[in-house]
């Protein structure tokens, strides 16, 4: 706290621009220009930063649990979740565990414009969270763990076992995107281009115009009606 008071009062009688910064936690942290600043989305043990797509705040479908959001299935009042803030060029680190038969996923790039969108999945791209062994979509290729979801198929399959954790890191930086499961680089691949629009065509986003054509959007936890789990998720803007 004295070094925060310090760097206020540098603030105020210096007029510089101050390297204290507030994050989606509602937290203040130090912020040296020029170098790594990691923010912090799910401080593990409230929902502030987060609100039920189209809503204000989270439906109590979501609870926490043990630092981790996870879906409790026997309350009605659920839907995706999403980011307060919208995001653009950024590095999205976060841990995932889904239940025997389970299936979730982790959108970006959404619009939150209800009325003319329903759903997440509507504008935002989604990287597959599932057990690939028990639900029915890991018998069909671009729908399991680690793809990006009905776009391209993960280049291998470093998921781990139902009930262990996975770490899944997603870099969107000027149109290239890479998703990292378990330490691994699973789906490279660039945005917006016309081999973008072509993977659009070809999928089952084909219908939905604006589809992947957002640079700039919310981050969502999906709620697919099964049981999974979120934790330490943070991110850092490019």
Avoid: C
């Amino acid at each position: 706290m004295k070094i925060i008071a310090i760097a206020l009062l540098s603030f105020l009688f210096t007029n510089k621009p101050s390297p204290i910064i507030k994050n989606a936690a509602g937290n203040y942290m130090l912020h040296t220009p020029g170098k790594e600043v990691w923010v912090t989305l799910f401080d593990g043990k409230t929902t502030k930063g987060w609100h039920t797509y189209g809503k204000k705040t989270v439906g109590a479908r979501w609870k926490i649990v043990d630092g981790a959001l996870m879906i409790d299935n026997s309350v009605k009042d659920g839907g995706d979740i999403v980011t307060n803030e919208a995001f653009e060029n950024f590095d999205l680190k976060l841990e995932w565990k889904i239940s025997a038969n389970g299936n979730s996923g982790i959108i970006f790039n959404i619009k939150e414009d209800t009325l003319k969108y329903k759903e997440t999945y509507k504008t935002g791209p989604e990287i597959q969270v599932l057990d690939n062994d028990g639900h029915p979509d890991g018998k069909i290729i671009k729908h399991r763990a680690g793809d990006l979801y009905d776009l391209i198929k993960s280049s291998s399959e470093p998921v781990k076992p139902v009930g262990e954790w996975n770490a899944v890191e997603i870099i969107s930086n000027k149109g290239k995107l890479e998703i990292i499961l378990n330490g691994t680089n699973v789906v490279t691949t660039t945005m917006w281009d016309d081999n973008w629009r072509q993977l659009i065509a070809g999928s089952k986003f084909k219908e939905m115009p604006d589809f992947g054509t957002f640079k700039k959007g919310r981050i969502a936890l999906q709620d697919h009606g099964n049981t999974v789990w979120y934790r330490n998720i943070k991110i850092k803007k490019l």
